[in-house]
C-alpha cells in the first residue's frame, strides 16, 4: 500500500496537538493529518481541565454563599446537589463522546486518524497497516500519564488515578489521596464536598503544593484542615492490599476497603479506606513511539529547542509540543507551545525567515501562569523567592494581605494573601502569587507585567477600579514604595 501524504503529521489529539495542526496549515492549502488513539480533544478535555474545573466550581459558589448574609440562611441546611453536579461535568465532557472535536478538525481540514501511531522513518508515521508521510513535519503532542508506583500491592488494589477522580460516578465515604501537589489538593477539595467524610491526604514532603510560596500551601492546609481534612505529613505509603479488588470502571469504587500502610509520622501506620487515589506524578507518553528508530531514547521527556524541534535529529522535522517535552505541564502552556510550533512549521514550509519573537517559545523559561482552584484559590506566575535567589537574582520580596474593599464585598470571610518577587536590578516583577477566593482572575494581570517586563514606576500608573480585588495591586505598589 503507498503511503498517504500530508504536509504535517500531529501524533496525538488534544488541544495540544490540535493547535499544532491548526496554526500549521492555516490560511493555506497545506494538509494535516491528527493520530489518536483515544478521544479528539485529548486529557484536558475529557479526564483533565474542564471536568475538574466543573466539579471545582459549585464547590467555590457554594463556599461563597455559605459566608454571604443574606443567601447563606437560604444554603446553611443544604450541601451540593451531587447527582446535579455530575450531570452538568459530565455535559462539559460530552459524556465521553468526542464527535463535535472531529467535527472541528474537519472543519479546519485537519484529517482525523483513529489509532496508535509510532514513528518508522524520517517524516513516517505508521497506525496500524496505514503509512503515513509527512511533506514538511511531525509534530509529538501525545501528552503524559498518570504514575503508580510499584508498591506492594498497590496496582493490584486498582487504585483510582486521576482520571478516576474526574469521572467520579460513586463518592467513597473514606478515601485516601496519596500525594500533596495541584491533582491531590484539588481532587480532596472536590471529592471531600461531594460527600466523602473521611479524606486523608498522605504527603511526603513537609508541605502542600510545594512548588509555590510556603504562605499558599500554609492557606490551602488550614483550609482543608478547618473542614475535617486529614493531613499527615512526613509520610509514606508502604504497601497497600484490598480483597476482591475488581475494574469496575472509571469513576466506582473498585472493591472492597482498602488497607495501606503509611508510615513516618508516628500515628497508627494502618488506615482503611474505600478508595485511595494515587496522585504522585506523571509520566511522558512517549514509549511505543519508535524514538528509538532516531537514535533518541525510547522512553522519558523528548528534548527540544525553543523552536520546538526535537534536538539530536537531523533536519527539522520532528517537534514535541507540550507535557511529553516536560517544560511546563499546563493545557495553556501546551497550546502556547503549539501556537509557536505551528508557526515555525508553516515559515519553514513557505521559505520565510523566522524572524521575531512569535517563533521562540520563551514564556514557559520563568514566566509560567497557573491557578490550583482549591478552597483558597492559589494563583502564581514566574519564579518564587526561592526559584529567583537560586537563578541568582538579587530580589525583594513584598507580602500584603488582601484586605480591600473588592475582597469584602465579595465574602464576608475573605481572606487572602498576595506577593511579588521584585528583581532589584531592573526593578520588574519576576514571579507574583495570590491566594483568596477568586483570585484566578488576578494572575494574568501579574502574567503581562512579567511577560512585558514592565518597571514598577510604569505599573504605579496603571490603576485598578474601586471597588475590586484587583486594587491589592496598589497596596502592593504601596508596600514596595514605603521606606
Known amino acids: 500500500m503507498a503511503p498517504e501524504e500530508f504536509d504535517v ?15 500549521a496549515i ?20 475529557y479526564w483533565a481541565c474542564m471536568p475538574s474545573k466543573a466539579l471545582l466550581r459549585p464547590v467555590e459558589v457554594l463556599s461563597t454563599a455559605r459566608h454571604m448574609p443574606g443567601v447563606e440562611e437560604k444554603v446553611n441546611a443544604y450541601g451540593l446537589d451531587v447527582e446535579a453536579v455530575l450531570a452538568r461535568r459530565d455535559g462539559f465532557t460530552h459524556n465521553l463522546d468526542d464527535s463535535s472535536q472531529v467535527l472541528w478538525a474537519d472543519s479546519a481540514g485537519i484529517d482525523v486518524i483513529r489509532g496508535s501511531a509510532r514513528i518508522t ?53 473514606r478515601l485516601a489521596v496519596i500525594g500533596g501537589g495541584v491533582v491531590a489538593c484539588e481532587a480532596a477539595t472536590w471529592l471531600h464536598e461531594l460527600g466523602a467524610d473521611e ?27 478547618k473542614h475535617g481534612v486529614n493531613l499527615r505529613f512526613g509520610t509514606s505509603l508502604q504497601s497497600a492490599s484490598r480483597q476482591d479488588a475488581v475494574d469496575t470502571g472509571v469513576g466506582r469504587i473498585h472493591g472492597g476497603p482498602v488497607t495501606l500502610n503509611v ?27 519508535g524514538l528509538e528508530r532516531l537514535g533518541l531514547p525510547d522512553h522519558g521527556y523528548v528534548t527540544v529547542d525553543d523552536r520546538l524541534t526535537v534536538t539530536g535529529v537531523d533536519g527539522d522535522w520532528l517537534y514535541a509540543v507540550g507535557d511529553v517535552n516536560g517544560r511546563a505541564l499546563l493545557t495553556h502552556m501546551g497550546k502556547y507551545q503549539a501556537r509557536v510550533c505551528g508557526d515555525v512549521i508553516a515559515a519553514r514550509a513557505e521559505g520565510r525567515p523566522l524572524d521575531g519573537p512569535r517563533f521562540v517559545a520563551s514564556a514557559d523559561h520563568g514566566q509560567v501562569p497557573q491557578v490550583v482552584f482549591t478552597t ?16 541568582g537574582l538579587d530580589v525583594d520580596v513584598v507580602s500584603v494581605d488582601i484586605d480591600v474593599a473588592g475582597a469584602a464585598l465579595s465574602r464576608d470571610d475573605y ?9 532589584r ?49 496598589l497596596r502592593l505598589l504601596e508596600a514596595r514604595r514605603t521606606p
Open 376 to 391: 483558597p484559590e492559589v494563583a502564581a506566575v514566574g519564579l518564587t523567592e526561592s526559584q529567583a535567589r537560586a537563578d
Open 263 to 289: 508510615r513516618g509520622d508516628g500515628s497508627d501506620p494502618e488506615l482503611t479506606v474505600d478508595e485511595v487515589l494515587v496522585a504522585t506524578g506523571r509520566t511522558p507518553a512517549t514509549v511505543g513511539l
Open 9 to 23: 503529521i500531529v501524533i496525538g489529539g488534544g488541544p495540544t496537538g490540535e493547535n499544532a495542526a491548526a496554526y
Open 199 to 225: 479524606v486523608t491526604l498522605v504527603v511526603r514532603g513537609s508541605a502542600l503544593l510545594e512548588r509555590t510560596e510556603p504562605f499558599a500551601g500554609e492557606m490551602v492546609a488550614e483550609k482543608m484542615r
Open 121 to 173: 522513518g524520517v517524516r513516517e508515521v505508521t497506525v496500524g497497516d496505514r503509512v503515513l508521510r509527512a511533506r514538511h513535519a511531525v509534530v509529538l503532542a501525545t501528552g503524559t500519564t498518570a504514575s503508580v508506583p510499584d508498591l506492594p500491592g498497590l496496582r493490584a488494589a486498582l487504585p483510582w488515578t486521576s482520571r478516576d477522580a474526574t469521572n467520579v460516578h460513586e463518592i467513597p465515604k
Open 26 to 45: 492555516a490560511g493555506s492549502d497545506r494538509t494535516a493529518a491528527l493520530v489518536e488513539h483515544q478521544l479528539v480533544g485529548g486529557e484536558c478535555s
Open 415 to 423: 481572606s487572602g494573601r498576595a506577593s511579588l518577587v521584585i528583581d
Open 425 to 473: 536590578a531592573t526593578d520588574t516583577i519576576v514571579g507574583a502569587t495570590f491566594v483568596g477566593s477568586g483570585v484566578a482572575e488576578l494572575v494574568h494581570a501579574a502574567t503581562v507585567a512579567v511577560v512585558g517586563k514592565v518597571p514598577l514606576e510604569t505599573l504605579w500608573h496603571a490603576v485598578p477600579s474601586y471597588p475590586t480585588v484587583s486594587e491589592v495591586w
